[in-house]
């Protein structure tokens, strides 16, 4: 299956969105794991006894959606500024971030 982002990118950005408080690019990273897994299991199931063309359908229907998450996933980025190097959340997010940490737990704690 062709991939745009690699393992360890969707995690660095699952990471860094995971502790903003709108965490839906973390969302978007979630569901292209369970993508990815979904499709490796169709692969185990069709290396297996599984039928082909069943799990065939199966995982042609998951690479078509796993394309159409990980554009999102890079749209999103792109809007909202992200590093597309370091894949680091925006500036700007990252004080609303710690803004929001900060008034939840106090200042200087």
């Given at each position: 299956?062709?991939?745009?982002?690699?393992?360890?990118?969707i995690e660095s950005v699952l990471e860094d969105a995971a502790i903003y408080m709108c965490a839906c690019p973390a969302q978007v990273c979630r569901e292209i794991l369970n993508l990815r897994n979904l499709y490796r299991y169709q692969?185990?199931?069709?290396?297996?006894?599984?039928d082909p063309h069943v799990?065939?359908?199966?995982?042609?229907?998951v690479m078509a959606t796993h394309k159409v998450m990980e554009d999102c996933l890079a749209a999103v980025m792109d809007y909202e500024?992200?590093?597309r190097v370091?894949?680091?959340?925006?500036?700007?997010?990252?004080?609303?971030r710690?803004?929001?940490?900060?008034?939840?737990?106090?200042?200087?704690?």
């Open positions: 299956m062709p991939l745009r982002f690699t393992q360890a990118q692969q185990d199931c069709v290396a297996g006894s599984g799990h065939g359908l199966i995982a042609e229907s500024g992200w590093d370091t894949l680091r959340m925006p500036d700007g997010l990252r004080k609303i710690d803004t929001l940490i900060e008034a939840e737990i106090g200042p200087g704690s």
